[in-house]
């Protein structure tokens, strides 16, 4: 029984790269570049040239050393994660009926298992329901599938401290971060080996001259919590320089789904003919992750007058994830389990983030943040080798933001954020490059005297994207709307 469960569990890992958006778990979901904090959100995250914000705990440490007396702060985020899919298939001159069945138009029935779709087609029973035309490829209305949840707790809580050591000005600061861990991917016509795309190899022929590919629902799914506890330290060895060095330690840890249930196979010969026919194959597993890590940054600032310069440089870590899990494989002869476990290490590069602020009058504040991090240069070490384990592409974050004071206790603010992804759709003409993640936020700050500070912001990000194949296309959306409520007391 262990070898043939061990068996399908790897031909079901070989499978996985036979269509994008189909990989096997690993390091997915985890927050790699959201930085928390309410008006860091509000200004899309173009935070690495702010001083005087104990926020700078979380983007470049260098920016504590502007403040002035001692601080503590305290976030709460509700946030909502969408995912849909919308997978269109294209008839063509070659089998152009099969389209029919993988958009779901006919369902076979199972009396005609292995019979062939020219011989049904003259049966009276064999009918076909009307397509929807005319509807967006990207909206939910033409969605085959869409996802959403729910997040809302502690976002973040910290204190910075200002001290004098001899003559120079020093500030520590510690704070304890909770960010979610959540991925979800669902492919309802996933093809062993997807005939309309070659990228992963070529199609097989078997006897008689036919190829035959199999049809499987797959899913994907994690959800947990990755908590960040840090301590900074920020001094100012002249007037208008900073510098800062952070240690964070990252663990957390998530509950793992992955499936794949086999709806049946095909067989394609020539003259444009094929068969389908119902099977059973289901492999269920279900677990969890335990994540660590230990990352320090460094980073430097200059402030003048009305202009500030700021450098971040995260260091190269090891995110390290331990994996527990129980495999149930299903065929015709019943269920079998087996229980597996596992180690698996993301070596994350450096990071570079630059950042310049600018006040061309007094109202006003100009943002402006660059980050990049060559991905490339670092990757996944798994246990055993994995087809569905990808070079990941080097990701830019470009951010700006800006803030105005119309009243001295109100601020208001706005920001633009374009974060690439990390990974390439298949079918991409760029393949060195994620799709793009646009976000836009708004927020406010409102000082209430000697006690403290109210901070309030709200952000929508969404990412278009589609893997494009000869036989079909898969428009797919993912959205995050984010609403921060914060309060900064100031002794």
């Known amino acids: 029984m262990f070898r043939k469960t061990t068996l399908i569990f790897l031909l079901f890992a070989a499978a996985a790269p036979a269509q994008h958006r189909g990989d096997n778990l690993a390091f997915q979901g985890l927050p790699l570049n959201q930085p928390p904090g309410v008006r860091a959100l509000a200004l899309g995250a173009a935070f690495t040239a702010q001083s005087g914000d104990p926020g700078a705990l979380w983007f470049n440490p260098a920016g504590l050393a502007g403040i002035e007396k001692p601080q503590i702060s305290l976030s709460l985020s509700h946030a909502t994660p969408r995912w849909r899919e919308n997978q269109v298939y294209r008839p063509n001159r070659m089998f152009w009926t099969l389209a029919f069945y993988l958009e779901g138009l006919y369902t076979p029935d199972p009396a005609d298992n292995g019979i062939w779709d020219f011989e049904l087609a003259q049966d009276s029973s064999y009918r076909i329901d009307e397509p929807a035309l005319g509807l967006e490829p990207f909206s939910a209305a033409a969605a085959d599938w869409q996802r959403d949840l729910k997040r809302s707790g502690l976002q973040q809580i910290s204190a910075a401290w200002p001290l004098r050591i001899s003559s120079q000005k020093v500030l520590v600061s510690a704070g304890y971060a909770r960010s979610a861990i959540d991925d979800f991917d669902r492919n309802d016509t996933f093809l062993d080996p997807h005939i309309g795309y070659d990228e992963y190899g070529t199609v097989p022929r078997v006897v008689n001259d036919t190829v035959r590919f199999s049809w499987s629902r797959f899913l ?38 992955q499936y794949l249930r086999r709806v049946g196979w095909f067989d394609i010969a020539k003259d444009n003919r094929f068969r389908f026919a119902y099977d059973t194959l289901d492999v269920v597993t279900r677990g969890t992750s335990d994540y660590r890590a230990l990352q320090y940054t460094l980073g430097a600032l200059v402030k003048l007058e009305r202009f500030s310069l700021g450098l971040q440089v995260k260091m190269p870590c090891t995110i390290s994830r331990k994996w527990r899990a129980s495999t149930v494989t ?17 070596r ?20 402006l943040d660059y980050q990049f991090t060559p991905y490339s240069q670092g990757g996944i070490d798994l246990t055993a080798d994995d087809p569905t384990n990808r070079v990941l592409p080097d990701q830019s974050d470009l951010r700006c933001g800006i803030s105005w004071q119309p009243l001295p206790f109100l601020e208001l603010l706005a920001g633009f954020r374009q974060t690439t992804a990390l990974f390439v759709p298949d079918g991409a003409a760029i393949k060195d490059r994620g799709p793009s993640a646009d976000t836009w936020s708004l927020g406010t700050a409102i000082t209430l005297a000697r006690y403290g500070r109210l901070e309030l912001a709200m952000a929508s990000r969404k990412m278009n994207y589609y893997d494009s194949y000869y036989s079909n296309a898969n428009y797919v959306t993912e959205t995050f709307s984010n609403l921060v409520a914060g309060y900064t007391y100031q002794f």
Do not use: C, K, N
């Open 220 to 257: 994907r799914q994690r959800e947990g919590d990755l908590h960040t506890f840090t301590a900074g330290l920020a001094w100012a060895p002249l007037d208008r320089i900073q510098l800062g060095l952070s240690a964070a330690l990252l663990d957390g840890q998530s509950e793992d789904l």
């Open 330 to 346: 299903t065929t015709a002869g019943g269920p079998e389990a087996m229980a597996t476990a596992g180690t698996a290490d993301f």
């Open 348 to 367: 994350h590069p450096v990071s570079y983030a630059f950042g310049a602020a600018f006040q061309p009058i007094d109202p006003f504040r100009l943002f």
